[in-house]
């Protein structure tokens, strides 16, 4: 009994002295060793908080397009990272289209017909940006940003 309190002493006193990794282990002190971590981290991808920032960036409306095709022209950043950079890209490019064609298409119209195309011009730049939004919103709480029907043409 005695010589296994003197080890037991012995470990604590060496696991003081030093310490292994605080991050990768943790000590137990029933057995006085060194096991590895349970704690599950709150971010199930493992993602960095720069790499979320960024996916941030790539859906703001507009303006994201340009940090999200510079990311992938480059090949950099994690397969999520992609996958939102792909996503951004291919809905500010219909966005931009739709909105370049009605605002061409209301410039050669009358007037009655002119209002209607600028006002579906609003509303389809309104869905763009909500969309964005609620993707942000998916990207926040580690969700899928999967859209039905676009995520299959994204894959092609």
């Given at each position: 009994?005695?010589?296994?309190?003197?080890?037991?002493?012995?470990?604590?006193?060496?696991?003081?002295?030093?310490?292994?990794?605080?991050?990768?282990?943790?000590?137990?002190?029933?057995?006085?060793?060194?096991?590895?971590?349970?704690?599950?981290?709150?971010?199930?991808?493992?993602?960095?908080?720069?790499?979320?920032?960024?996916?941030?960036?790539?859906?703001?409306?507009?303006?994201?397009?340009?940090?999200?095709?510079?990311?992938?022209?480059?090949?950099?950043?994690?397969?999520?990272?992609?996958?939102?950079?792909?996503?951004a890209v291919l809905l500010g490019l219909v966005w931009f289209v739709t909105?370049?064609?009605?605002?061409?298409?209301?410039?050669?119209?009358?007037?009655?017909?002119?209002?209607?195309?600028?006002?579906?011009?609003?509303?389809?730049?309104?869905?763009?940006?909500?969309?964005?939004?609620?993707?942000?919103?998916?990207?926040?709480?580690?969700?899928?940003?999967?859209?039905?029907?676009?995520?299959?043409?994204?894959?092609?």
């Amino acid at each position: 009994m005695r010589q296994s309190l003197n080890t037991l002493n012995l470990n604590c006193y060496n696991a003081v002295i030093d310490p292994p990794n605080p991050d990768s282990k943790k000590l137990n002190t029933e057995t006085a060793s060194w096991q590895p971590q349970t704690d599950h981290s709150p971010d199930p991808y493992g993602e960095r908080p720069l790499q979320r920032l960024m996916m941030f960036l790539y859906l703001v409306p507009g303006f994201g397009l340009f940090p999200a095709i510079w990311t992938l022209s480059r090949g950099e950043g994690s397969r999520r990272q992609r996958q939102v950079g792909r996503m951004a890209v291919l809905l500010g490019l219909v966005w931009f289209v739709t909105y370049g064609a009605l605002g061409l298409g209301a410039e050669q119209m009358g007037e009655i017909t002119r209002f209607r195309l600028l006002f579906l011009d609003g509303m389809v730049t309104t869905g763009y940006v909500m969309l964005c939004f609620s993707l942000m919103l998916r990207v926040w709480q580690n969700k899928s940003v999967q859209l039905p029907g676009i995520s299959r043409l994204l894959k092609k």
